[in-house]
């Protein structure tokens, strides 16, 4: 992601605010609806998934994943970032039922001081899936 050719100067990086985002989408809702007719076929096809078939995201900060042991994300983790809604899904999926998943880096930048409040001004920055698939319920 190039923030210069955005407009954005990179030092005004928060910290320890960089992190991985997994971000979900499900074939169907909890109620078994069909939500998603069209599965991505390439790692931009991904930018233009309807947002109501999301099923959630999880956020890693970066500091913590450089730390793990394995190559995975814990149950608690997962069951504390979509609300029990992934374990919700899993219980109700039926065969042939499929899940959309992307990686992507982001973090938080300061992009101006407001003076009458005196704090930064921030926005959440993310870049393009760097890998994503789909996983089928057989």
């Not at 960089?18 to 931009?44: C, D, R």
């Amino acid at each position: 992601m190039n923030l210069k050719k955005k407009g954005y100067d990179p030092k005004k990086i928060v910290e320890g605010s960089e992190g991985i985002i997994v971000k979900v989408w499900a074939s169907h809702s909890l109620s078994g609806v069909k939500q998603m007719e069209v599965w991505p076929t390439k790692l931009s096809d991904g930018e233009n998934l309807d947002n109501g078939a999301v099923l959630g995201h999880m956020n890693f900060n970066l500091a913590e994943v450089m730390d793990y042991k394995d190559t995975g994300a814990s149950w608690e983790n997962i069951k504390t970032n979509f609300d029990g809604s992934f374990e919700d899904w899993l219980i109700k999926a039926k065969s042939g039922y499929k899940l959309y998943m992307s990686l992507r880096i982001g973090f938080v930048l300061n992009t101006e001081w407001d003076p009458i409040k005196q704090k930064w001004n921030t926005m959440w920055c993310q870049s393009e899936p760097l890998a994503a698939g789909t996983m089928e319920i057989k």
